[in-house]
């Protein structure tokens, strides 16, 4: 009867122990697209494998927390030798650098379903403050949207080039 009480115990310990230290974070719903001027024309992408925290206050959006990070390994433009490039050390360095990270600081309402958040950028060890638009809606589910700029140049994405713009347009969708 010890045994088995003592083989339940260490069992139930070891669950605990386990789910104590596992750091990996649930994948998100939603996706980031981005846009970027390349030779005059326009340039598509995504960036997957959201995770992180996401808890929408629809009472108090103000104590909202938005922690999110994704994976610059998943970039994808439709052109397998971009993305190859995109990855290398002169743009996202995706081995030394495996996550974008987006942490809300504040959040103010500006209307019933538009918002103002405060968020601590951080690509390629660099962190910038950036002021982003969210949009809230209920259709047939909570959603949350996001359209903002950023110059790449900010996060070391590459260099000066008269072909390559520097603003990317980002667009974040998350399904709360």
């Keep these: ?13 070891t669950q605990f122990i386990r789910a ?5 974070t649930p994948l998100l719903d939603g996706n980031v697209l981005f846009t970027i001027e390349n030779a005059g024309f326009p340039v598509e ?15 108090k959006p ?14 994808k433009t439709g052109i397998g030798l971009r993305d190859k490039h995109l990855k290398r050390s002169d743009y996202f360095d995706v081995e030394s650098y495996p996550e974008i990270h987006m942490n809300l600081r504040s959040l103010k309402q500006k209307s019933p379903k538009i918002f ?8 390629k060890g660099i962190t910038r403050e950036v002021t982003i638009p969210l949009n809230f809606s209920e259709d047939n589910s909570q959603k949350l949207s996001a359209e903002f700029e950023i110059n790449r140049l900010d996060f070391d994405l590459g260099e000066k080039s008269l072909i390559l713009s520097d603003k990317v347009n980002i ?3 998350l399904d709360l």
């Design 1 to 13: 009867m010890r045994l088995a009480i003592s083989i339940g115990f260490l069992m139930l310990m």
């Design 20 to 24: 104590q230290y596992d750091h990996t």
């Design 45 to 59: 992408g995504t960036i997957g494998e959201l995770r992180g925290q996401l808890e929408w206050d629809t009472r």
């Design 62 to 75: 103000e104590k909202s927390i938005i922690n999110i990070t994704a994976n610059p390994a998943t970039i």
């Design 116 to 123: 103002m958040g405060d968020f601590d950028l951080t690509m």
């Design 171 to 173: 667009y974040v969708t």
